[in-house]
């Protein structure tokens, strides 16, 4: 069979890869291992992120991407390479169109690096797609009504809050909150209030297991590991899902007052279509619990996460990447 068209999301948490006709192909963490001595890559994805925290003063594991975008040229080139390749498998005569969806509050320098490092990597014909308007299509939002419809797309990076209407954007606003931002922000908290230093992954998983934006009447309880600041040794201690709830108000107020500045600038009439359909919630940290309640409860507009809200992105992609001449207005395309 041969691949002429791959859809990425490339995340700053994971990148997604779609093939038209085949659906959603990988699924891996956006993480590069590099040899320090010859730059060479040595793993990439679920491999990679295994080595996280782990690796000896021979070998750097990293994120390449920062905030949603590339910080680090290089090895997302490497990584891109590597995704393509194993989309299309084995030995491949074509090289690809590829479309990935990228922030809507990117730089032309910051969309030019993507697009060049797609082309490098092995894209015959490079495209990009604003997040906001792939989160939409994904989640099946009829995105070319004239009406409005307001999308929060919140990633490991970046959360991108845009009312849509017409195929194009009318409001919208990229903040540099997501996923990895709660991660941070868990870790600082358990090693002030508990002294006990513990890695991203650590923080993720808490997140994951137990976080909530909302307290609990139930509350979720779990067992840590880490290392005392003190004592500089091993040590075990219980968290509370209001820990978690408590360390992560910050970056949840930014998100809620990202989304009342969207609101601001939206035209009246589409701002009343929002208050008619209310808010759709897409991306990985959509699934943080009662996110929606707590948004809810903020605006005063009803709020929904999407099915399957973490491929909401790069379905969205996909289907545009089928379809280029109906979505040619939200798409910059680039040979």
Do not use: W
């Given at each position: 069979?041969?691949?002429?068209?791959?859809?990425?999301?490339?995340?700053?948490?994971?990148?997604?890869?779609?093939?038209?006709?085949?659906?959603?192909?990988?699924?891996?963490?956006?993480?590069?291992?590099?040899?320090?001595?010859?730059?060479?890559?040595?793993?990439?994805?679920?491999?990679?992120?295994?080595?996280?925290?782990?690796?000896?003063?021979?070998?750097?594991?990293c994120k390449p991407l920062k905030d949603g975008v590339i910080a680090d040229y290089r090895t997302t080139e490497a990584m891109l390479r590597y995704f393509i390749n194993k989309a299309l498998g084995g030995i491949h005569f074509f090289r690809?169109?590829?479309?990935?969806?990228?922030?809507?509050?990117?730089?032309?320098?910051?969309?030019?690096?993507?697009?060049?490092?797609?082309?490098?990597?092995?894209?015959?014909?490079?495209?990009?797609?604003?997040?906001?308007?792939?989160?939409?299509?994904?989640?099946?939002?009829?995105?070319?009504?004239?009406?409005?419809?307001?999308?929060?797309?919140?990633?490991?990076?970046?959360?991108?809050?845009?009312?849509?209407?017409?195929?194009?954007?009318?409001?919208?606003?990229?903040?540099?909150?997501?996923?990895?931002?709660?991660?941070?922000?868990?870790?600082?908290?358990?090693?002030?209030?508990?002294?006990?230093?513990?890695?991203?992954?650590?923080?993720?998983?808490?997140?994951?297991?137990?976080?909530?934006?909302?307290?609990?009447?139930?509350?979720?309880?779990?067992?840590?590991?880490?290392?005392?600041?003190?004592?500089?040794?091993?040590?075990?201690?219980?968290?509370?899902?209001?820990?978690?709830?408590?360390?992560?108000?910050?970056?949840?107020?930014?998100?809620?007052?990202?989304?009342?500045?969207?609101?601001?600038?939206?035209?009246?009439?589409?701002?009343?279509?929002?208050?008619?359909?209310?808010?759709?919630?897409?991306?990985?940290?959509?699934?943080?619990?009662?996110?929606?309640?707590?948004?809810?409860?903020?605006?005063?507009?009803?709020?929904?996460?999407?099915?399957?809200?973490?491929?909401?992105?790069?379905?969205?992609?996909?289907?545009?990447?089928?379809?280029l001449e109906s979505y040619k207005r939200s798409i910059l395309a680039t040979k």
């Amino acid at each position: 069979m041969f691949i002429k068209k791959i859809g990425i999301d490339l995340g700053t948490a994971n990148t997604l890869v779609y093939i038209p006709g085949r659906g959603i192909v990988i699924d891996e963490p956006s993480v590069v291992a590099i040899s320090v001595f010859d730059k060479k890559v040595l793993a990439v994805g679920n491999e990679a992120k295994e080595m996280l925290g782990r690796t000896p003063d021979t070998i750097v594991a990293c994120k390449p991407l920062k905030d949603g975008v590339i910080a680090d040229y290089r090895t997302t080139e490497a990584m891109l390479r590597y995704f393509i390749n194993k989309a299309l498998g084995g030995i491949h005569f074509f090289r690809p169109e590829v479309m990935v969806a990228v922030p809507a509050g990117i730089t032309s320098t910051e969309r030019r690096a993507v697009i060049d490092a797609t082309l490098i990597g092995g894209a015959k014909a490079a495209y990009i797609i604003k997040e906001p308007i792939a989160a939409a299509i994904g989640a099946n939002i009829p995105i070319g009504n004239a009406s409005g419809h307001m999308i929060v797309d919140m990633g490991g990076g970046t959360s991108e809050i845009a009312v849509i209407s017409l195929g194009g954007i009318v409001a919208n606003t990229s903040v540099r909150l997501g996923g990895n931002k709660f991660d941070s922000a868990i870790a600082e908290y358990i090693r002030k209030k508990y002294n006990l230093a513990i890695g991203e992954r650590t923080a993720e998983d808490v997140k994951i297991k137990i976080g909530s934006a909302l307290f609990l009447e139930d509350k979720m309880k779990m067992k840590i590991r880490g290392r005392d600041t003190i004592s500089g040794l091993p040590r075990t201690i219980d968290i509370t899902s209001d820990d978690v709830t408590v360390a992560i108000q910050d970056e949840l107020t930014g998100i809620i007052n990202a989304v009342k500045s969207v609101l601001f600038n939206t035209p009246p009439e589409l701002s009343a279509d929002v208050i008619d359909k209310g808010i759709v919630l897409s991306g990985g940290s959509a699934l943080l619990r009662n996110i929606d309640k707590l948004l809810s409860r903020a605006i005063d507009v009803p709020v929904y996460v999407a099915d399957d809200s973490l491929l909401c992105v790069v379905r969205g992609t996909g289907i545009a990447l089928e379809n280029l001449e109906s979505y040619k207005r939200s798409i910059l395309a680039t040979k």
